[in-house]
């Protein structure tokens, strides 16, 4: 420890960004007064260092974890200045998303035949499984949490997309919101039933638990028919829906 010690805070924020886990670090800090004192100081810098590590699509999931955060509890957070944030004030719902889009991409994977296969792999070059899964629930959310500056970014997004990039987020959504998913994935990701077998207690339960219903994701299904229709038929209804209906 001694050794340890005498090293320079840049090598322990270094020693520190290779913990394993958030946990991990916090472990580290523990141990004495100066590891701590590095740990408070740069605790940003080191559990960004982490998370970039674990979680895929980071930046995506970073997005959407701040927009959650800026409009559930209405703090001061802005989606634009994400890295001027510190990241204590969105971690919990960063790793719950993290979990969720893990769960999603790993269930999607094995329907597919796996990440190995020819097939999973042509629809990964475009964009990954976790930031598809990532723009999917910006959509879900958007249907609760109705946000001009929110719209207007998800209208720049799909306007931004490549047709050959839209194919995996069809086949990743047609996946999720069917039978194809498995019915604990389902009731993970809050679509665990059909409308008309939806209850009150089934809805009281979801949103207590931050989860989204059903409706939240035909909200999801109307506004990607509505980009297909945009992207290749030249459609005004997605332009309608996002900038329009606030």
Not at 79 to 87: A, R
Not at 125 to 150: G, T
Not at 154 to 160: G, M
């Given at each position: 420890m001694v050794n340890l010690l005498s090293l320079?805070?840049?090598?322990?924020?270094?020693?520190?960004?290779?913990?394993?886990?958030?946990?991990?670090a916090v472990f580290l800090s523990s141990v004495n007064r100066s590891l701590r004192s590095v740990w408070?100081?740069?605790t940003n810098?080191?559990?960004?260092?982490?998370?970039?590590?674990?979680?895929?699509?980071?930046?995506?999931?970073?997005?959407?974890?701040?927009?959650?955060?800026?409009l559930v509890d209405k703090t001061?957070?802005?989606?634009?200045?994400?890295?001027?944030?510190?990241?204590?004030?969105y971690l919990s719902r960063l790793l719950r998303n993290a979990s969720l889009a893990s769960s999603a991409t790993a269930a999607w994977a094995a329907c597919e035949g796996g990440p190995e296969s020819d097939r999973y792999q042509a629809k990964s070059?475009?964009?990954?499984?976790?930031?598809?899964?990532?723009?999917?629930?910006?959509?879900?959310?958007?249907?609760?949490?109705?946000?001009?500056?929110?719209d207007s970014h998800?209208?720049?997004?799909?306007?931004?997309l490549s047709k050959d990039a839209m194919m995996p987020i069809d086949n990743f959504l047609c996946f999720l919101t069917s039978t194809y998913a498995d019915y604990d994935e389902r009731l993970k990701q809050g679509i665990p039933k059909p409308e008309e077998d939806?209850?009150?207690e089934d809805e009281w339960k979801y949103e207590a638990n931050g989860h989204v219903n059903t409706e939240d994701w035909e909200y999801l299904d109307d506004v990607w028919d509505a980009v297909i229709a945009y992207k290749f038929h030249g459609s005004l209804k997605l332009k309608e829906m996002l900038c329009n209906d606030i």
């Open positions: 320079p805070n840049e090598m322990l924020i270094c020693i520190y960004g290779y913990s394993s886990t958030i946990e991990s408070l100081k740069h810098h080191i559990a960004e260092a982490i998370l970039r590590r674990q979680i895929s699509a980071y930046q995506d999931a970073v997005d959407l974890a701040v927009l959650e955060e800026t001061r957070l802005a989606l634009p200045t994400t890295n001027q944030i510190p990241v204590r004030l070059v475009h964009i990954s499984p976790q930031a598809v899964y990532y723009l999917m629930r910006k959509i879900v959310f958007s249907h609760r949490w109705r946000s001009e500056c929110l998800l209208y720049s997004t799909f306007d931004a939806w209850t009150e």
